[in-house]
C-alpha cells in the first residue's frame, strides 16, 4: 500500500503542505491521487464561497474529456442563493489558488479545473508504482463503516451462472458467467466479503429423462471426454423419441377439438350500441359429424391406453423422479454422478474464464422443510389461497397487478423452481448472514424473479428481511450475426465448450501469420485461448448490460477496433519494450517526470491519474462498459504517445525509449509506459481477462 509520508513530502516540495479533511467528506488520498486535488479544490471553494464541503463535494464532477479540464464545478449545483451563477464562477476562477492547479477559468455557469502537468505527474505516477496491482481499487467501500479502516467487512453473495445439467449451456448463461464473475472481482475490489454462488438446476424429471437416455443411447467413454455436450445429446435424443411417442394422440386430439367447436351452436351477437341486432348464424350439425366425434373419442382411449399398457419415457421419467424425491439410493446414485461429473467439466470451463465458484448449491439442496415452512406461513397469512387442489398467490392481489398469478404448489403436492427460490433465498440468509446478495439472470425471466421476490417481501421477517438486502442484475441476449437467436436445436453453436475452441482456433491461426512473434511464444495454445476468451468477454462487456449484441466471430477477434484482442495488444507491446529497455525498477520509482513534456505523454498521465475515479464509478454503475470504455480511451492515447512528434525535430520520435537522449529521459518514459502497462492490466483482471505478455 502507499507510503503518506512519500505524498506528504512529495507535495511539501510542490508547496502545498497537510492534505485538508473535512467531517462528512469521504476522501480517500491514500489511493487516489485526485482526491488529494479534490480536497484543495473544496477548501478553497469553502473559503471563496461558504458552502458547504460535502455539497461541493458532490458537485465537483468528472469531465467527459480531458480538453474540458481534469474536474469541473457546474456553480449552480452548490446551491448558492443570492449570486448570478455566472458571476459567482468568475468569482471562483478569480480568487482560487492553488499550487497543484492551473489558474481556473470560468465558463459560463462552470469552473473548469486543470491540474498542472509536472506535479501530477510526479504525484499520480506515484501512487502506481508503489499501488501496482492495487492500483485505483479502494478497500475501503466495502466497510461497514468506510471511515474505520478496522470495521467489518460487509458479505456479498453473487449467484450466478447457474446452467442446468443435461439441458445446453446457453448463451444466457454463459453471459450470467462472465457478468456474475465481474461482479465478484468488482466488490471484491471495493474490500467486500464476496462467495460466487453457483445454483444448478439439478432436480426435476429431466433426471428421469437423461437416465432412460443414457441406458439408450449413452456411452461411458463419451460421457468422460465431454460430459456437458454428451449429456446434452443424450438428452435432446430422449426427449425426440417422447416427442414421436406423443404423436399418435396430438392430430386425434386436435381433430377433436376442432369437431367439439362445430358442434357447440354459435351464441346470439349482442348487438352494436344503437344497430339492430344481427341474425345468428344457422347452426348445423350432422349424423355424420356425430358419428365422426365418436370415433375419434374412442380412437384417442385406445391410444391412451395403449400408451399405460407399454408406460411412456414421459411415465419413466415421472416416476423416476418420484424415487428420487422419495429417497432411492439407486435413483439418486445415478443422478449424482451425471451432477458430479458435469461440475468437474464446468469447472474446468470456468478455470478457462477465470472463474472458479466457492459454492456449489442447486435446486436439489433446498430442503423441503423449508419449502413447507415457507408454505405454511404464505397460508396462514393469507397470501396463497387454494385453485383447483393446487396453491397460488395471486399478486394482483397483493398490490402488484404487473404480476399476475403465480403456482406455488401443483397439485400432486410437488414443489415449483418458483418454490424453490423463495426457500433458497431463506437458506441463504440464514447461513451466510448477507448484507447484499446479487442474482444475475437473464431478462427473460424478470417476471420469475419479480414475482419471487414479491412473494417474499409478502411474507414478513425474516423473508423480507433477507429479500431487502436482494437484487436482480439483468441482461440481454445474445444474437448471432444475423439478429436471431441462438442454440444448439438449431446448430448454429454446438457447445459452449465447443465454441471457445474454435475461437481458440481462429486467434491461433492469426497468431501464426507471424511466424517471428510465434517463436517467442512460449505456450503458443494457451496464449491463443487466453486472446479468444477476451475476445469474447470485451465483445459481451461492449454495450450496456441490457442490451442484446450479435455473436460475431470475425469482429471480435479482431486487432483493429476496440476488441480484446486489441487490448492484448497494447498490453504485449509495452511488455516488449519493457523486455528490451532492462531499465531496473529502482530507476523508474525514481524517474524525474518532469522531463515528460510531450503533450501525448502529459495526456496520457492525465489519463492514469482517473483511474481511481474510474473505478469508483463503476462500482456505482456496476456496468462493465465504464472500465471498457476507459480502457479504450487510456489505450488510445497510449499508443500515440508512440509516434509522438518533436516539436523541433519532426523526424525524431520524442516519446521513444530506444531513442530517448539521456538515461533520465529513458527512464522516465519506461517509468510513464510501464504505469500505464498496469493500468491497463489492472482494469483488464477487474473485467476477468488475463493480460498476456507476449502474443
Ligand atoms: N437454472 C436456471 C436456468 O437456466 C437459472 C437459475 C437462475 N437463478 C435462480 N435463482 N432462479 O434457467
Not at 20 to 35: E, K
Not at 178 to 196: E, N, Q, R, V
Not at 287 to 314: F, G, M, N, R, Y
Not at 647 to 670: H, I
Request: hydrophobic letters at 35%; aromatic letters at 8%.
Amino acid at each position: 500500500s502507499l507510503d503518506m509520508d512519500q505524498i506528504t513530502s512529495e507535495l511539501q516540495k510542490l508547496g502545498v503542505s497537510q492534505i485538508p479533511t473535512f467531517s462528512g467528506v469521504h476522501l480517500y488520498p491514500q489511493h487516489n491521487a485526485v482526491d488529494v486535488y479534490r480536497a484543495y479544490i473544496i477548501e478553497q471553494i469553502h473559503q471563496i464561497t461558504g458552502a458547504e464541503p460535502a455539497i461541493i463535494n458532490n458537485a465537483v464532477a468528472w469531465t467527459q474529456d480531458l480538453k474540458h479540464g481534469d474536474l469541473v464545478l457546474p456553480v449552480p449545483a452548490l446551491r448558492l442563493k443570492g449570486k448570478k451563477p455566472d458571476e459567482l464562477a468568475q468569482e471562483i476562477a478569480e480568487k482560487f489558488e492553488c499550487p497543484l492547479i492551473e489558474k481556473p477559468a470560468a465558463d459560463k455557469t462552470f469552473v473548469r479545473f486543470f491540474f498542472k502537468p509536472a506535479p501530477l505527474a510526479s504525484l499520480a505516477l506515484k501512487y502506481v508504482l508503489q499501488q501496482n496491482t492495487q492500483y485505483g481499487f479502494n478497500p475501503n467501500l466495502g466497510l461497514e463503516d468506510p471511515a474505520k479502516p478496522d470495521s467489518r467487512r460487509k458479505k456479498l453473495i453473487v449467484e450466478y451462472s447457474s446452467p442446468n445439467i443435461a439441458k445446453e449451456f446457453h448463451t444466457g448463461h454463459l453471459r450470467s458467467t462472465i457478468i456474475g464473475g465481474f461482479m465478484i472481482k468488482l466488490y471484491g475490489a471495493a474490500g467486500w466479503d464476496t462467495t460466487s454462488m453457483n445454483y444448478l438446476g439439478d432436480w426435476g424429471k429431466q433426471y428421469g429423462m437423461l437416465s432412460q437416455g443414457f441406458e439408450k443411447y449413452g456411452s461411458d467413454e463419451e460421457l468422460k471426454k465431454d460430459p456437458i455436450k454428451h449429456l446434452n445429446e443424450v438428452y435432446v435424443k430422449i426427449n425426440q423419441d417422447n416427442a414421436a411417442e406423443q404423436k399418435p394422440l396430438k392430430p386425434l386430439t386436435e381433430k377433436k377439438e376442432e369437431l367439439e367447436k362445430l358442434k357447440t351452436p354459435p351464441k346470439p351477437k349482442k348487438p352494436a350500441k344503437g344497430k339492430e341486432a344481427e341474425p345468428t348464424p344457422e347452426h348445423k350439425w350432422t349424423d355424420e359429424q356425430e358419428k365422426e366425434l365418436q370415433d375419434v373419442t374412442a380412437e384417442i382411449e385406445k391410444v391412451k391406453e395403449e400408451l399405460v399398457q407399454k408406460p411412456s419415457i414421459d411415465e419413466k421419467a415421472r416416476q423416476f423422479f418420484k424415487r428420487m424425491v422419495d429417497g432411492d439410493k439407486e435413483a439418486l446414485q445415478y443422478w449424482q454422478s451425471f451432477r458430479d461429473l458435469s461440475i468437474d467439466a464446468y469447472k474446468k470451463m470456468y478455470a478457462r474464464l477465470n472463474i472458479a465458484f466457492d459454492d456449489y448449491s442447486g435446486e436439489s439442496t433446498v430442503k423441503v422443510e423449508d419449502m413447507d415452512k415457507a408454505a405454511e406461513l404464505l397460508e396462514k397469512r393469507g397470501i396463497s389461497e387454494d385453485s383447483k387442489g393446487a396453491v397460488i398467490v395471486d399478486l394482483a392481489k397483493h398490490g402488484a397487478p404487473k404480476l399476475g398469478k403465480t403456482l406455488v404448489k401443483k397439485r400432486d403436492g410437488t414443489s415449483l423452481y418458483l418454490t424453490r427460490d423463495i426457500a433458497a433465498n431463506y437458506e441463504r440468509f440464514e447461513h451466510y448472514h448477507f448484507d447484499k446478495m446479487i442474482y444475475v439472470i437473464a431478462s427473460q425471466q424478470d417476471v420469475h424473479v419479480a414475482q419471487f421476490f414479491k412473494i417474499l417481501e409478502l411474507m414478513g421477517p425474516p423473508y423480507s428481511e433477507a429479500v431487502a438486502r436482494c437484487e436482480h442484475i439483468t441482461f440481454g441476449m445474445v444474437k448471432d450475426p444475423k439478429g436471431q437467436t441462438m442454440s444448439t436445436r438449431k446448430g448454429t453453436v454446438v457447445s459452449l465448450a465447443d465454441s471457445l475452441d474454435s475461437s481458440r482456433d481462429f486467434m491461433h491461426d492469426v497468431m501464426r501469420k507471424n511466424a517471428e512473434k510465434y517463436e517467442q511464444v512460449q505456450e503458443p495454445e494457451a496464449t491463443a485461448d487466453t486472446l479468444a476468451i477476451s475476445a469474447i468477454m470485451v465483445q459481451d462487456y461492449s454495450g450496456k448490460m441490457i442490451n442484446n449484441y450479435s455473436f460475431d466471430m470475425e469482429r471480435m477477434t479482431s486487432f483493429e477496433g476496440d476488441t480484446g484482442p486489441y487490448l492484448q495488444y497494447s498490453h504485449a507491446r509495452v511488455c516488449s519494450m519493457e523486455r528490451k529497455a532492462g531499465v531496473p525498477r529502482d530507476q523508474l520509482l525514481t524517474a524525474d517526470f518532469s522531463l515528460i513534456t510531450a503533450k501525448e505523454g502529459v495526456e496520457l498521465v492525465r489519463s492514469l491519474a482517473q483511474w481511481p475515479d474510474v473505478f469508483l464509478n463503476t462500482y456505482k454503475t456496476r456496468e462493465p462498459v465504464t472500465v471498457l470504455t476507459y480502457l479504450f480511451k487510456m489505450t488510445h492515447l497510449l499508443s500515440s504517445c508512440y509516434d509522438a512528434k518533436d516539436a523541433g525535430n519532426r523526424n525524431a520520435k520524442t516519446m521513444s525509449v530506444m531513442y530517448a537522449d539521456s538515461a533520465e529521459k529513458k527512464a522516465a518514459l519506461m517509468a510513464l509506459y510501464d504505469c500505464a502497462r498496469q493500468v491497463l492490466a489492472n482494469g483488464m483482471r477487474l473485467l476477468g481477462l488475463t493480460p498476456v505478455e507476449r502474443m
